[in-house]
């Protein structure tokens, strides 16, 4: 069974059609990239599976729960609050600028959301999130807040907080894009450590050596639709000419 | 009459001054977080009338809407009023004046909020309830605090006007000494214990900032 399934979504923002039919699965424990120009709707493709946005049209599908779907006219109905509510534990999102909350130590960003929304046992969402903090390098800081932080830091304070509530798949909002280069390289290290911990994860980076070198799959969006996806090297070698025109700008990669 | 006995009156005065002060932020700031939801709410109806009452709030003297709220039971209801009503009618005029300005605080504080914080929330699974009280409230409120400040020392010497419906404040001790002994003493003394109560309250409201200055947005 799939993890998560997209089908033909539709989302326009004031007449500006952003996604335009985009069908999309992923199974448990694959690493998808998601790569294309700037205003190509990757992003929003995200925000629509993370239900930050509603979809105009198309079905929203965690592990065959249905999330959302289209009712006889082709526009989508959502599901009930509650069964939202817990089809939304399996997934988190890690966000471009990080929304750490400000007025939370290190520790107590990760572990809030654990001991209020999933109500489990304090001492074992704090040991858990030390070991969190351990992975992602970041032990010393427990006790720090977020001004005190680097942008790499916060991103990875970011990563901590989405794997605490122990989500099924994981969604990156252009992680890096917020960071200077000396920083990207100390989170996409820590994305990469994560791949090899088989936890699913589709990610939206202009990363492109990384998303050549962690992925599964790579999926190239441009204007609002799919252009091409396969394995890394396929796309990388496409000769398709969209593709082509983007990837040329990288660089023999 | 004596300096000393002056002071005494005064003091008893100021006393109830601080009454009216402290009743007065009690009620309001809860009452004013409340009118700031009336105001921002999707319902037209609900923050329609919201809107009109923080206007008239805002917009009329605070001498004139106690003056309504003490004699407006009597003149508009035939309703007669007690002599210890006095105090309550400042007790309401204030706070509800008041919640009226904190409510247009709360809610530049609230709208002034990154939507990125209620995502993060939603994306963790917190219910509405929860982000506000947990997430939003705790940063609205440093980042509103240097304009309640403003309020809260204006608020000082506004207990005066209690004066206007014969609450026997410390502004209304200090002018029936001073017509009956002939003399400014009573103004000037009057006017030092003001600036006292509000060194004061900059020094507390200083150390609340402080306290808050733990983290930066």
């Known amino acids: ?253 | 009459m004596s300096i000393s006995m002056m002071v005494s009156q005064l003091a008893a005065g100021m006393l109830v001054s601080i009454q009216i002060f402290l009743v007065t932020l009690i009620f309001s700031l809860p009452f004013g977080l409340v009118i700031a939801f009336g105001r921002m709410s999707k319902n037209v109806v609900i923050s329609s009338v919201v809107k009109f009452y923080i206007s008239v709030m805002r917009g009329t003297p605070l001498m004139l809407q106690l003056m309504v709220v003490y004699f407006g039971p009597y003149y508009i209801f035939g309703i007669k009023v007690t002599n210890s009503y006095r105090l309550w009618a400042a007790f309401i005029g204030f706070v509800i004046n008041y919640a009226a300005y904190f409510a247009e605080i709360y809610r530049g504080g609230i709208q002034s909020m990154p939507v990125g914080q209620y995502e993060a929330a939603q994306l963790l699974g917190y219910h509405k309830f929860q982000t506000f009280f947990r997430i939003i409230l705790p940063q609205v409120m440093k980042r509103i605090l240097p304009s309640v400040t403003n309020e809260v020392i204006t608020l000082v010497k506004d207990t005066s006007l209690a004066f206007t419906i014969s609450v026997m404040e410390m502004f209304t001790m200090a002018k029936a000494l001073a017509s009956s002994q002939t003399s400014m003493v009573p103004f000037m003394a009057a006017g030092l214990f003001y600036y006292i109560f509000n060194l004061l309250m900059a020094v507390v409201m200083e150390w609340i900032e402080k306290k808050l200055s733990y983290y930066e947005n």
């Open chain 1, 1 to 253: 069974m799939n993890l998560l399934e997209m089908n033909r979504v539709k989302k326009s923002f004031g007449g500006l059609d952003v996604i335009k039919d985009i069908s999309l699965a992923v199974s448990e424990g694959e690493i998808v990239s998601i790569i294309g120009p700037s205003g190509s709707g990757k992003s929003t493709l995200l925000r629509c599976a993370t239900m930050l946005e509603t979809m105009d049209s198309g079905e929203l599908i965690y592990l065959g729960e249905k999330a959302a779907w289209n009712d006889e006219t082709g526009n989508t109905i959502y599901a009930s609050k509650q069964e939202l509510k817990k089809i939304g534990e399996n997934y988190g999102l890690v966000f471009q600028n990080f929304n750490l909350f400000p007025h939370f130590s290190v520790i107590k960003n990760i572990t809030d959301a654990p001991i209020a929304v999933q109500k489990r046992n304090k001492d074992e969402v704090y040991r858990s999130a030390r070991e969190l903090l351990q992975k992602m390098g970041l032990e010393d800081k427990e006790n720090a807040y977020p001004f005190q932080l680097s942008g790499g830091q916060c991103q990875r304070v970011a990563i901590a907080r989405a794997l605490a509530l122990n989500p099924k798949i994981l969604f990156f909002d252009e992680p890096t894009s917020a960071l200077d280069p000396e920083l990207t390289g100390e989170v996409l290290k820590v994305i990469k450590s994560l791949a090899d911990l088989q936890i699913t994860m589709v990610i939206v980076t202009h990363e492109m050596a990384f998303a050549k070198d962690i992925s599964d799959r790579i999926i190239f969006m441009a204007d609002g639709v799919i252009v091409e996806e396969g394995k890394p090297e396929e796309v990388f070698s496409s000769s398709h000419e969209r593709t082509l025109s983007f990837l040329g700008r990288y660089g023999g990669l």
